[in-house]
């Protein structure tokens, strides 16, 4: 069965750091697509952004710039390094997995789509506060 445990989750202040984590077990695999996904209070859910099997990353519009994804696979776990944090990413942060090596393409501009994704976490909060 497959888990997928986030950590790192807290309460910082504008322009700082966070690093979550997100360990995963269960899966056959060494190496697939993983991704980040946030949901603010009253909104929706929104893709962050994800790596494939290969290391290549891809980001939303919105935190490309701040937030680095990666990941390492000997202890399978996958990271997010976000800096430069905003009020607007307040949200609860989930990671996922879509059981394959390489993650859909996206058109520039374009949105992540959690039907992708398999595998979810619980979510892990985080707080920008100014």
């Known amino acids: 069965q497959v888990h997928l445990v986030e950590s790192g989750g807290g309460s910082v202040q504008s322009g700082g750091s966070l690093r979550l984590s997100c360990v995963i077990s269960?899966?056959?695999?060494?190496?697939?697509?993983m991704g980040w996904f946030r949901q603010a209070p009253g909104k929706e859910r929104e893709g962050v952004g994800d790596?494939?099997?290969?290391?290549?990353?891809w980001y939303d519009d919105s935190v490309k710039g701040r937030f680095t994804i990666s990941q390492d696979n000997g202890n399978k776990t996958l990271y997010l390094q976000m800096n430069s944090l905003k009020l607007e990413d307040t949200a609860m942060y989930y990671c996922?997995?879509?059981?394959?090596?390489?993650?859909?393409?996206?058109?520039?501009?374009?949105?992540?789509?959690?039907?992708?994704?398999?595998?979810w976490g619980q979510g892990t909060q985080v707080t920008v506060s100014s």
């Open positions: 996922a997995a879509r059981r394959e090596y390489f993650c859909s393409y996206y058109d520039p501009g374009a949105r992540m789509r959690e039907t992708d994704f398999a595998d």
């Open positions: 269960g899966y056959t695999r060494t190496r697939y697509c």
């Open positions: 790596i494939d099997g290969k290391g290549i990353t």
